[in-house]
């Protein structure tokens, strides 16, 4: 049971009940990878630099002019807001994993990194459903929904999301913490439930709350979408061809469904093999080997979204060039001028120079 609760909860945000331990008896737990605990921190710190770089760029470049402060980016803001609290966890999970799930850093950083892999979760996916709603409501709706779509309540529906996102993150706050598990030596970082039913009942809220009820939404919205495309001769090409931000929100869409829906069929199987259905060993060992890469590919997520921005939605790039030229031209313009009062010093320094013999003549053939 021991390895199985590692296995699992390789800083995965997996849960695990203290009565827990019979479902997996008649089941050989299934060897590691065996360079696993170097691969998966190299990909964590691979995920990080490359998240952490790109989701700040992405706040700074968003957050620069008024001009840029839209509905579509104030989610987009937020999106990037949340993955890079998350990034700020990922180091520690590398270094848990390199350690062997070896939980070095206490049971108070213990919870804050499990709070924001799950914050992470929940409003990432939150984020990208009312991105999706905002540009249904903006192609199918345009006129209708001008009001409603105001900067103001796309930041009110942000504190809202924030909120939203915190709730189903409070247990896995309250319940994670620090186990030593004494067969093997080490202190680990897992949600300890008190009884199955908290397991298994907040699993099923994950995969429902985190994944399937979002994901119908956003479904429905594009389906809309497409429909209205397809079935209204008399729009124009503003309308039609509206590229920039749809282009970017669909590419999101289909990068989160790509990294995490791998992860979120992983954890349904799992529950239904605690919930006592008839999942076969080797489904149940397949699941214990793979979970750790769903994990990555999930991650990963965090750092894919402003890779799209760059080359999926050609604004953003654009802005990102146009800070980048302004800042250039700054740099050059206070190059420039100080080299300009170098060159201005370095003539008064010489005149002084070639005023000194004279000087110094004038005062010897005095009488």
């Excluded at 956003?218 to 429909?227: E, H, L, R, T």
């Excluded at 061809?241 to 069929?265: G, S």
Aim: with cysteine; glycine share 6%; net charge positive.
């Amino acid at each position: 049971m021991a390895m199985m609760l590692l296995d699992s909860l390789s800083g995965n945000g997996e849960n695990v009940s203290l009565e827990d331990g019979e479902a997996n008896q008649s089941c050989p737990h299934v060897q590691a990878f065996e360079h696993q605990n170097k691969l998966v921190p190299a990909i964590y710190s691979i995920i990080f630099i490359l998240g952490f770089v790109g989701n700040g760029l992405v706040v700074y470049v968003l957050c620069q002019k008024a001009s840029r402060r839209t509905v579509a980016n104030t989610y987009m803001l937020s999106l990037a807001l949340s993955d890079l609290l998350f990034l700020l966890s990922l180091p520690f999970w590398a270094v848990y994993y390199s350690f062997d799930y070896n939980w070095v850093f206490g049971s108070l950083m213990c919870k804050v990194c499990g709070g924001l892999l799950s914050l992470n979760l929940y409003a990432s996916i939150f984020f990208i459903t009312c991105m999706s709603v905002d540009r249904y409501l903006a192609i199918v709706y345009p006129f209708q929904s001008q009001g409603s779509r105001s900067l103001c309540r796309a930041r009110a529906i942000s504190c809202v999301v924030w909120v939203a996102a915190c709730v189903p993150t409070l247990p896995t706050v309250v319940f994670r913490g620090t186990l030593y598990v004494k067969q093997i030596d080490v202190m680990v970082c897992a949600i300890l439930y008190p009884t199955t039913s908290w397991d298994t009942g907040l699993s099923l809220m994950k995969n429902i709350l985190g994944f399937l009820l979002p994901f119908s939404i956003i479904a429905s919205c594009y389906c809309s979408i497409g429909k209205h495309l397809l079935t209204s001769p008399g729009l124009d090409n503003s309308t039609k061809n509206l590229d920039r931000v749809l282009k970017v929100v669909v590419a999101v869409v289909l990068a989160f469904f790509v990294c995490w829906f791998p992860f979120h069929v992983l954890t349904f199987l799992d529950t239904l093999a605690r919930l006592g259905a008839a999942v076969p060993c080797w489904m149940r060992r397949t699941i214990e080997a793979a979970l750790p890469f769903t994990l990555c590919l999930g991650f990963s997520n965090s750092a894919i979204n402003p890779i799209l921005y760059c080359f999926v939605g050609n604004h953003f790039r654009e802005q990102l060039g146009s800070l980048y030229k302004a800042r250039t031209s700054s740099l050059l313009q206070k190059r420039g001028s100080i080299s300009t009062r170098l060159s201005s010093f370095s003539r008064k320094l010489s005149d002084l120079k070639d005023l000194g013999p004279l000087e110094n003549l004038g005062q010897h053939s005095a009488p």
